[in-house]
């Protein structure tokens, strides 16, 4: 069974600029939820989609979004970047027991 | 409110001595606690969890934790380190009655294993 693949791995932005990240769940997985991982502040939860809907979501500016297609792929959506969001974002699918993608590494110059 | 503190922000121990990474939580419910692995530039692994049934849980790769309601601790042990085990290591808390995908992470130790 394939895991969580998230694209893509690595990419660089300049401030202003928005950037989207993709995320493919395990098959059969109805559930993708999005962390973003810095040295500073840790893995901070931001959003979680279930079926299509937002189900939960964490203490993050409007700058950042997501959405989830009918198939259960998830991409998030960041925009008017700021330097203070260069993190590595990780996408996990299933529900109690998560299982983690290896993330996307964005810095933003 | 839950959350999760990991009482070590680096733990350094030779290989085949013992590991124990501590952690403490606070939850207002019965907890699902959880550990979670970060290999140097790689996504999360899951070690073991613990929703409730047997307190000493067996993970992968010879990791256990012991739940201990009256300490409010999740402690991780493994009896003898391997060179593959030096990571970051995760303790995580998540609240029982939402089963979605909303966990509490603690700030992680980074796990140094000497030859």
């Known amino acids: 069974k394939a895991g969580v693949t998230q694209t893509p791995r690595y990419l660089i932005k300049t401030r202003g600029q928005q950037v989207t990240l993709s995320c493919s769940p395990i098959s059969g997985h109805r559930s993708v939820s999005w962390y973003q991982q810095t040295p500073g502040q840790g893995l901070q939860f931001l959003f979680e989609?279930?079926?299509?809907?937002?189900?939960n979501k964490g203490n993050f500016p409007g700058r950042f979004s997501g959405r989830q297609f009918s198939n259960s792929r998830s991409e998030m959506n960041v925009s008017t970047l700021e330097l203070g969001d260069s993190a590595l974002y990780l996408c996990?699918?299933?529900?109690?027991?998560?299982?983690f993608g290896e993330g996307s590494r964005l810095t933003v110059l | 409110a839950q959350s999760v503190t990991q009482l070590d922000s680096h733990v350094s121990v030779s290989e085949g001595t013992p590991v124990l990474l501590r952690c403490n939580y606070s939850?207002?419910?019965?907890?699902?606690l959880f550990w979670y692995v970060q290999h140097p530039n790689k996504g999360l692994q899951l070690l073991l969890k613990y929703t409730s049934a047997a307190t000493l849980v067996k993970g992968i790769n010879g990791f256990e934790a012991e739940f201990k309601k009256s300490e409010t601790s999740f402690h991780l042990t493994k009896p003898s380190a391997h060179m593959s085990d030096a990571a970051e290591y995760f303790c995580v808390v998540s609240d029982p009655y939402n089963q979605g995908g909303k966990l509490i992470f603690g700030q992680g130790t980074e796990l140094s294993v000497k030859p």
């Open positions: 996990a699918s299933g529900s109690g027991e998560l299982f």
């Open positions: 989609y279930f079926s299509e809907t937002q189900r």
């Open positions: 939850s207002s419910y019965s907890p699902s």
